[in-house]
């Protein structure tokens, strides 16, 4: 009997339609644009256009373990094996030759789309009613097994195995990986939001500790984790490609196929629409604020981080928007010297990312970084640009010291020298890190974990109470 395998969700934990979506949408923001007009010739006519568009790695894509060896016991008692799928034709293979499992391939064209009681009718002619066993996970394949000589379902709800079960043929239950909570939060990276943090300074830099004003914080702070939350989820569909290639990114909820794509679009857009609800509590000013960091992060998403040296910009300008935002919601008026020390030492941080990226493809011997602008030769120009701007922003913490503002927030103000000294030697010591390849790829996220970090956090702090104490 010749088993006969589904792609999507069966032998993939994905979905070629949405992989190959988002994969042309990563590399043209107008693809979805014309994805539609597709459409509108039927759902092959979209599948063929998407296939054009999009540029996925068959070796990459996460498969099904369970799939994979009911095959290869397959065929090792010498039966053979089919691959057909409503996914594209030429999707189909690019992965059967990858996997070098299958005796033939069948997929979509841009007229037919293989599936339900199209896939049940080529398989009847192809191979005769009841002389194949199928494997698929989905609704749409009831019609198949009913035509099939024996069932077997994928990591099928309970719902569809007893559907299956109820056809009266010989039947199997394969069971995939278990989907709990932890992958759809991890997909939020809860780990980000330490940066949104920032929203706070304002009010602290200020001395205004009132119950309103941390309260509006709060919001504001509630705010930005669900709009970033957001982007991220998009920013990880666009980026599913270079996610896989990636030592640690692949794996990630959605590339390693632990969360399906087709829910990935929903939680963007829920996200989304939960902080521009909260944004509308704090009033239109950090409403605009907050939208204008939204539109900025997805063009980042979308074309700006491939752009050299621009998107060490973009970066850093998202961190000081966090500034700007908890200075609009909590009514405070920004400093200066604040906006001017948060533009050179967040140049340095987003700096430092990109010093971690370059460091990490040398050491893999990549030469240039997937989905970035940037080749490793770059690695000691980026290395001095985290340095130097670090050190300028050390330069304008020091000249606030002996700003005539100072004397009045501050009892001790020569205090805060103590913070210039921190900082001179966290930068130095964060590069020199990052330098020697010990740094992951975000120097926030690594700088919460690192105790010697930490450390020079509470040095920081205790030269503030200092300053505003003694």
């Excluded at 069932?151 to 009266?168: C, D, E, K, M």
């Excluded at 980000?192 to 001395?207: C, D, I």
């Excluded at 050179?344 to 893999?364: G, I, N, P, T, Y």
Aim: net charge positive.
């Amino acid at each position: 009997m010749v088993l006969v395998v589904d792609l999507d969700g069966t032998l993939l934990q994905s979905d070629m339609l949405h992989e190959s979506f988002w994969s042309a949408f990563g590399r043209n923001w107008r693809s979805p644009f014309l994805a539609v007009a597709a459409l509108m010739q039927g759902r092959a006519a979209l599948k063929a256009y998407l296939q054009g568009q999009a540029r996925v790695d068959a070796a990459t894509l996460p498969y099904n373990p369970a799939v994979l060896d009911h095959i290869a016991a397959h065929r090792a008692l010498g039966g053979r094996v089919a691959l057909v799928t409503a996914a594209n034709t030429a999707w189909a293979e690019q992965i059967a030759a990858h996997l070098q499992l299958f005796d033939e391939v069948h997929g979509s064209d841009a007229v037919t789309n293989l599936k339900g009681q199209a896939k049940a009718a080529f398989l009847c002619q192809r191979f005769g009613a009841g002389q194949f066993a199928y494997m698929g996970d989905a609704q749409a394949d009831l019609p198949v097994w009913a035509v099939a000589g024996q069932v077997i379902t994928v990591n099928a709800p309970a719902r569809l195995r007893s559907q299956a079960q109820g056809l009266g043929k010989p039947t199997l239950h394969l069971a995939g990986a278990a989907r709990g909570g932890w992958p759809y939060l991890s997909a939020l990276r809860p780990h980000q939001w330490l940066k949104n943090t920032l929203v706070f300074l304002p009010m602290l830099a200020s001395h205004q500790l009132g119950l309103a004003t941390v309260m509006h914080s709060f919001w504001a702070f509630v705010a930005f984790c669900l709009v970033a939350s957001s982007v991220y989820v998009l920013n990880d569909l666009l980026d599913l490609g270079a996610d896989r290639a990636h030592p640690r990114k692949r794996l990630r909820p959605f590339a390693a196929g632990a969360v399906p794509l087709a829910q990935g679009a929903a939680m963007a857009v829920g996200l989304a629409l939960a902080g521009a609800a909260v944004a509308a509590y704090l009033g239109p000013a950090f409403a605009l604020v907050l939208g204008v960091y939204y539109v900025l992060t997805t063009a980042y998403s979308l074309a700006l981080k491939r752009q050299i040296v621009l998107d060490i910009c973009v970066l850093a300008g998202l961190y000081t928007m966090r500034l700007i935002a908890g200075a609009v919601a909590s009514g405070i008026d920004l400093s200066v010297w604040l906006l001017a020390f948060s533009t050179f030492f967040f140049f340095a941080l987003a700096a430092v990312k990109r010093q971690a990226e370059l460091v990490d493809m040398a050491e893999r011997g990549a030469l240039t970084a997937r989905g970035r602008g940037y080749h490793v030769q770059d690695l000691p120009i980026i290395s001095m640009v985290g340095l130097a701007a670090g050190y300028i922003s050390v330069l304008v913490m020091a000249l606030y010291v002996n700003a005539p503002a100072v004397q009045e927030l501050y009892a001790n103000p020569y205090a805060l020298w103590g913070i210039c000294a921190v900082l001179l030697y966290w930068l130095t010591r964060i590069v020199l890190l990052t330098h020697r390849g010990a740094m992951p790829d975000d120097p926030v996220v690594f700088a919460a974990k690192d105790r010697v970090s930490l450390l020079c956090l509470a040095l920081i702090l205790a030269f503030t109470a200092g300053g505003a104490l003694l």
